[in-house]
């Protein structure tokens, strides 16, 4: 029977939802048990939060103050020892989980399954290559651990509130190395909704213009209370930070309702989108290519339809 | 200093890949090939630090077919030192590409090995970090800038968060993000040139290295299309249908 250590992603002593997510997949491969590991150099928050989610049998803490950070190089070592016993270690696709796994996997010898969509049995999953151009089914050997990512916009979090599981603190026998150092988390300040997980997300591309010209993207969020997203071209056009940029190498979304808006949908993009909900695409040339997978599309003068939108609101 | 930068030949970026009808793989034949992005902004920064002085030597390194001769040229001809071709007819997962990769660091003793984050044909993310893991090195991952002094890396690195900077040691392997450069042009005297650079070809069963195949791929298959929706003639319409969805 399957047992899995689903690896608890935090920041600023918080549980990400990136966490429930993995969860989910781990409850889909139908094993014994599903164990979070917490890894933190306070875990006791964020232990509590992980013993609320439905489907966890157990929380594990290994607080260090070397875990303040999640450093790949210090956090391996100890999900590796701590892996003994479990036939699956999943990891949320996130920056973290993509930076951390496959140095655990490479640890234990074993080949990573990146970005699961789908569980198909205990060692099958689907997984999207090509920019999500296609989809494989990938068998991984069951007499290896398996190490996967998990696509967070294919699963929905977990429920939280009505399950309390104990958390027991555990210590690993691993050497720490000292070679990688922690600087500094240089955070844009935002008090809109987080982009990953929020229900409503507005992006904007190149068509908005300029980094001024944004605030007519970030004001018609806000008016609906949505999370704000950007294009390739815009975060490298300086319209917008990094943390923002949605597709195949920025994040994965997949929100109930996603506004396009001045973006003509390169397939990198597309990739990053291809789950929400509901499409809507704004944008002045009606043969861009993001109309071919908007539920609802617009063609217009981005800057004369915004306040027309917000007056019909 | 040597650095080793991994030029992976990739489907071009602007080919929309097809599925083969039986799901048996997806049509590479007489599709564009080029190299992958990320690996471009890899050499690319290796060039800009040879230039800096932080480096005297770069090696671009390919692992496939005969015929990747051609690909490792084009990496000579932007500025590369030499190649190294490791020679093989299979496809190559990760965790054995890291192994290649480390017999090859015993052989260079490289100060730095940049990859790119991913190749945009299996998009795994993975390669950098399980070299860096079976090396016992530093992994700088998802790099936008790079600093070498006094022996060790100072990268800024894209995470989901914002940007998060660290220290390594070197050696160190570092993964590139796209806003790290911006690679250069090959020009056509340098295409000229690189006919005279050196390409190592190795065979790659007398690296004795383990060929990893826990993973099989089973079945391949197109992505579930969306269906094309409505276009509204304005703004009001658009708000009507989106709060008779509740979505507003």
């Known amino acids: ?105 490479a640890l234990l010898g074993v080949a990573q399954v990146s970005d699961v969509m789908s569980v198909e049995a205990a060692h099958t999953f689907k997984r999207p290559i090509y920019a999500g151009n296609a989809i494989i089914t990938v068998e991984a050997d069951p007499a ?89 071209a815009a975060v490298d056009a300086g319209y917008c930070p990094n943390e923002m940029q949605v597709g195949q190498t920025g994040k994965i979304i997949a929100p109930e309702l996603y506004m396009a808006i001045g973006i003509s949908g390169a397939i990198q993009h597309l990739t990053g989108i291809k789950d929400a909900g509901t499409i809507v695409a704004i944008n002045k040339d009606g043969e861009a290519p993001i109309f071919e997978v908007a539920d609802f599309g617009l063609v217009g003068d981005l800057f004369k339809l915004i306040p027309e939108l917000e007056l019909s609101l | 200093m040597k650095i080793l930068v991994g030029y992976k030949r990739v489907v071009d970026y602007n080919v929309r890949i097809q599925v083969k009808p039986d799901g048996s793989g997806v049509v590479t034949d007489g599709v564009k090939l080029s190299a992958n992005p990320f690996d471009d902004i890899a050499l690319e920064e290796a060039l800009r630090l040879r230039e800096k002085g932080v480096a005297e030597e770069v090696i671009v390194v390919g692992i496939g077919p005969a015929d990747l001769t051609a690909h490792l040229r084009n990496g000579l001809a932007m500025g590369a030192n030499r190649a190294i071709h490791v020679s093989t007819a299979d496809a190559v997962q990760p965790l054995t590409a890291a192994r290649v990769f480390l017999k090859l660091i015993e052989k260079e003793q490289p100060g730095l090995v940049i990859l790119g984050k991913q190749a945009i044909d299996d998009d795994a993310n993975q390669t950098g970090q399980m070299l860096a893991a079976l090396w016992d090195r530093p992994q700088a991952t998802f790099a936008s800038k790079v600093e070498i002094a006094n022996g060790k890396a100072t990268v800024t690195r894209e995470v989901d968060a914002g940007l998060e900077v660290i220290e390594a040691e070197l050696p160190a392997v570092i993964t590139t993000d796209l806003r790290l450069n911006e690679p250069r042009f090959i020009k056509l005297p340098d295409i000229m040139k690189a006919k005279s650079k050196p390409i190592d070809v190795i065979e790659f069963g007398s690296l004795g290295v383990e060929a990893n195949d826990h993973l099989k791929t089973t079945h391949y298959a197109a992505p579930a299309k969306r269906s094309k929706g409505v276009m509204v003639k304005d703004a009001a319409e658009l708000i009507a249908a989106l709060k008779q969805k509740g979505l507003l």
């Open chain 1, 1 to 105: 029977m399957s047992k899995i250590l689903v690896i608890a992603e935090h920041l600023g002593g918080k549980l990400n939802s990136s966490t429930a997510r993995a969860v989910s997949a781990a409850v889909a491969v139908k094993g014994e048990a599903i164990d979070v590991l917490v890894l933190a150099e306070n875990a006791g928050a964020i232990a509590a939060e992980a013993a609320k989610i439905e489907g966890v049998s157990r929380v594990l803490t290994i607080a260090r103050p070397e875990n303040a950070h999640p450093l790949a190089a210090v956090l391996a070592p100890q999900i590796a020892k701590a892996a003994a016993g479990y036939s699956h270690v999943f990891v949320p696709s996130t920056t973290f989980g993509k930076d951390l796994a496959p140095r655990v996997a």
């Open chain 1, 144 to 232: 290896h651990t398996v190490v996967a990512t998990i696509r967070t916009a294919s699963w929905s979090a977990a429920a939280s509130g009505s399950n309390s599981v104990p958390v027991e603190a555990i210590t690993v026998d691993a050497a720490l190395p000292t070679h990688t150092r922690f600087v500094e988390l240089q955070q844009g300040k935002s008090d809109r909704p987080d982009l990953q997980s929020a229900r409503k997300v507005v992006s904007g591309g190149r068509g908005v213009g300029s980094k001024e010209n944004f605030d007519i993207i970030y004001k018609f969020a806000d008016r609906i209370g949505a999370a704000v997203g950007a294009s390739r």
